[in-house]
């Protein structure tokens, strides 16, 4: 299993530029997460799927979007990158309450 | 709200030396994960302690969870450069069980 995996790893967006984060878990895990990591600020939910076409907003969900198509794919959207957006992304998959299994993240910076 | 308070927020030690970290919160734990994540990479769970009063130990690393669950503690042991990474604490969020919120973490750094 190669678990969660993300694409790209790193990625400059100049302002007003849109973006589509990949996420792929061959887990067959129901729930699937995207978190942000800021420097000293630990990860901040911004959605997440319960399973194939549902999806919920998190804590810092503005200027993102979602979609869950199959099981296995998790795609985040920007639309228009903002330097607010700079961060680090992470997607996970759980298969129940007390684990999540991360992907090694991507590095964004928008300038 | 659920706050996940972690202290302290850096620590830097030599090889060898003992350290605890702490997470506390600010109701009861229905139960709390605890994360390590390396540079550059996600995080990976180390543990889950459910039970007030209970003990938990992987290799050189000690868990504690509080009797009230209120708070809880990792301690390692000797510490190794290997052991070098961002620390998290993490609970079921309370309006639902399927997220999880994130305290900021310990950053640890073991020098040789």
């Known amino acids: 299993n190669a678990g969660v995996t993300q694409t790209p790893k790193f990625r400059i967006l100049k302002i007003g530029q849109s973006m589509t984060l990949q996420c792929t878990q061959d887990?067959?895990?129901?729930?699937m997460y995207w978190y942000r990591q800021d420097p000293g600020m630990g990860l901040k939910l911004i959605y997440y799927?319960?399973?194939?076409?549902?999806?919920d907003k998190g804590e810092v969900p503005n200027g993102y979007n979602v979609s869950r198509s199959t099981t296995e794919d998790f795609p985040l959207r920007l639309e228009l990158a903002a330097p607010s957006q700079t961060s680090v992304y992470f997607c996970?998959?759980?298969?129940?309450?007390?684990?999540?299994?991360f992907g090694p993240g991507t590095r964004l910076t928008v300038l | 709200t659920q706050l996940l308070e972690q202290s302290p927020q850096f620590l830097s030690i030599q090889e060898g030396e003992n350290l605890t970290v702490y997470c506390n919160s600010s109701?009861?734990?229905?139960?709390l994960q605890w994360y390590r994540q390396e540079p550059g990479e996600g995080p990976v769970l180390l543990v889950t302690?459910?039970?007030?009063?209970e003990v938990k130990k992987l290799k050189r690393l000690t868990f504690q969870f509080g009797d009230a669950r209120k708070d809880s503690s990792l301690h390692i042991t000797a510490a190794q450069p290997g052991d070098t990474g961002l620390y998290l604490c993490?609970?079921?969020?309370?309006?639902?069980?399927?997220?999880?919120?994130f305290g900021k973490g310990t950053m640890l750094l073991v020098s040789p």
């Open positions: 109701s009861v734990f229905s139960s």
């Open positions: 799927s319960v399973g194939a076409g549902i999806t």
């Open positions: 302690v459910v039970t007030g009063g």
């Open positions: 887990m067959n895990h129901n729930y």
């Open positions: 996970a998959s759980r298969v129940d309450v007390h684990e999540q299994f």
């Open positions: 993490a609970e079921p969020t309370v309006s639902g069980y399927s997220t999880l919120t």
